[in-house]
């Protein structure tokens, strides 16, 4: 269910003194999936700045407050390829300064193949790093055995729990030598609470990097475990939130960047058991960012330009402003979208392939583009390298293999944005055979994809070795990995500039890439 509510508070400019009492409130801040120091839209949403003017607000009113982190924050992003998430690090320790931070770990976290990285990051980090599900085998003995595990702090005469779970491999994570994660997680739930219960715990918290469904299996077990009353997490890059009940506990998360966070106050009733009031918090103009967090925003964003002083540059220009956010990317079609696949056909040469598509989590900016087209727009959008491979697939081949994009709900990483074809979905059908139409154009315009019909596609490397649950063929083999998708884009902005054309337009209401069958709609390409 997602929540649009918005929980008004005012901005403060200077730190205020707490007011804690003897009914002060235990309230936690939830953020999840932050990838930058500063805000985004152009500055006018989210950003940690504007967290910090939360959190202060909070303390002023009387609460303790405690912040969570759901994962992903040290990549990917621009300034994670230069500093490998040290920036993050810096504005989450400010964090941690305010009020004490507890973070899980992400999929991301785990991008790099070696530790170095991940070692560096935790020995510079003031906040606590928490992992029931998994382990580190980094080699670093300060950071091995300091992952904490049955994490418990205390308010006033209160002993609080958490447990923590992180992503294995086979739902999207990554699989590293210096990494062990336990795919078990309802079982690793069961046995933390029970560890935090034989503690004395009085309630009972998750702080989750795992899919939505995997959160509310979880929360179940609150019919066993009275004392376990929420689940914050990351992982969906847009606002969830699932009730909670006696037999459920209730299950929240943000959006990425801090856009949308939650503020959670835990009380505990007559019977000792605790209860939360939960909302949700829209981080935009109206909240103003904390002036003292601005100077380290300020700081690493200078050390950026001294990197990249050309970041700012125009290099072309935008025909419509184009919704690049993580909530239309990951859901819909969009004109971002739409003009980055386009390139990909053309990526090995003429003819151009038949077909292309790309995992919209490849699609980093969450912002959107407008107007004159800089570097920085592209240098965001692209938070890893992502190489391109041109290879030939049966139709039936191809439909099965597209089934994967359509396979959840909601704002997923792995949704597809396409250029060659079209697709119609009705996801009432069960997973893995949603497609009701898949076509091509054909001699006399669209027409069903042909099953034994060999096609051309152009895919990101990624893609072709099974990433996001796409798992493609392997024979006929592909090319090597080729043309880097990032300045093939690049090129095509550059050399519109040069010939007077701007860029980019917004999908074609009377012929759609992407149609979802919803109630009302009497057909895939006919009006609703």
Not at 101 to 126: C, M, W
Request: hydrophobic share 40%; with cysteine.
């Amino acid at each position: 269910i997602l929540i649009v509510a918005v929980f008004l508070l005012s901005a403060c400019a200077a730190t205020p003194e707490s007011t804690l009492d003897e009914s002060s409130r235990l309230t936690f801040v939830h953020l999840n999936d932050t990838y930058r120091v500063g805000a985004v839209e152009d500055g006018k949403k989210g950003g940690f700045g504007r967290v910090v003017t939360v959190v202060r607000e909070l303390q002023a009113q009387g609460s303790d407050v405690r912040i969570l982190h759901g994962g992903d924050f040290l990549y990917p992003s621009l300034e994670s390829q230069l500093w490998h998430g040290m920036q993050i690090v810096e504005a989450m320790n400010y964090l941690d300064d305010l009020a004490p931070l507890y973070v899980t770990t992400g999929n991301h976290e785990f991008d790099p193949r070696t530790p170095e990285h991940l070692i560096n990051a935790f020995r510079a980090s003031k906040f606590d790093w928490l992992g029931d599900n998994i382990d580190f085998a980094t080699g670093d003995i300060k950071v091995d055995a300091n992952l904490r595990k049955t994490f418990t702090f205390e308010h006033r005469d209160k002993l609080i729990g958490i447990f923590s779970l992180t992503l294995h491999r086979n739902d999207g994570g990554n699989e590293r030598d210096y990494l062990a994660i336990d795919p078990d997680y309802v079982g690793v739930a069961r046995r933390t609470i029970e560890a935090l219960e034989a503690r004395g715990a009085d309630a009972i918290i998750g702080v989750t990097h795992l899919h939505m469904a995997t959160d509310i299996e979880i929360a179940k077990l609150r019919a066993e475990y009275p004392k376990f009353v929420f689940i914050v997490g990351g992982h969906d890059h847009e606002p969830q939130y699932s009730e909670g009940s006696a037999t459920s506990a209730t299950v929240m998360k943000g959006a990425s960047n801090a856009r949308s966070i939650w503020t959670i106050e835990l009380t505990f009733g007559e019977d000792g058991l605790p209860s939360v009031d939960e909302h949700i918090v829209e981080l935009g103009v109206g909240i103003a960012s904390d002036p003292d967090y601005d100077k380290l925003d300020e700081k690493w964003r200078n050390r950026l330009l001294e990197v990249f002083p050309f970041l700012t540059a125009r290099v072309g220009r935008a025909a419509v402003a184009m919704d690049a956010t993580d909530e239309q990317v990951r859901s819909k079609e969009n004109g971002w979208g739409n003009f980055i696949v386009d390139q990909m056909r053309g990526a090995f040469g003429k003819p151009a392939a038949d077909l292309a598509f790309i995992n919209s989590g490849t699609l980093r900016i969450d912002d959107y583009v407008a107007g004159d087209i800089v570097f920085e727009d592209i240098a965001r959008t692209f938070g890893f390298s992502s190489y391109l491979r041109y290879m030939t697939i049966s139709g039936r081949e191809f439909r099965k293999v597209m089934e994967a994009g359509y396979r959840g709900s909601g704002s997923q990483g792995y949704f597809p944005q396409v250029s060659g074809f079209r697709v119609c979905v009705d996801r009432n059908l069960p997973v893995g055979e949603r497609i009701v139409s898949l076509q091509v154009p054909g001699e006399a315009g669209w027409q069903e994809i042909e099953a034994d019909t060999q096609y051309s596609l152009v895919v990101p490397d990624f893609l072709y070795r099974g990433g996001d649950g796409y798992a493609l063929p392997q024979d006929p083999p592909a090319s090597k990995p080729g043309s880097e998708l990032k300045y093939l884009v690049l090129d095509a902005i550059v050399r519109a500039q040069a010939e007077g054309r701007v860029v980019g337009a917004l999908p074609d209401p009377a012929n759609p890439r992407y149609v979802e069958l919803t109630t009302g709609r009497t057909g895939c390409w006919s009006a609703p």
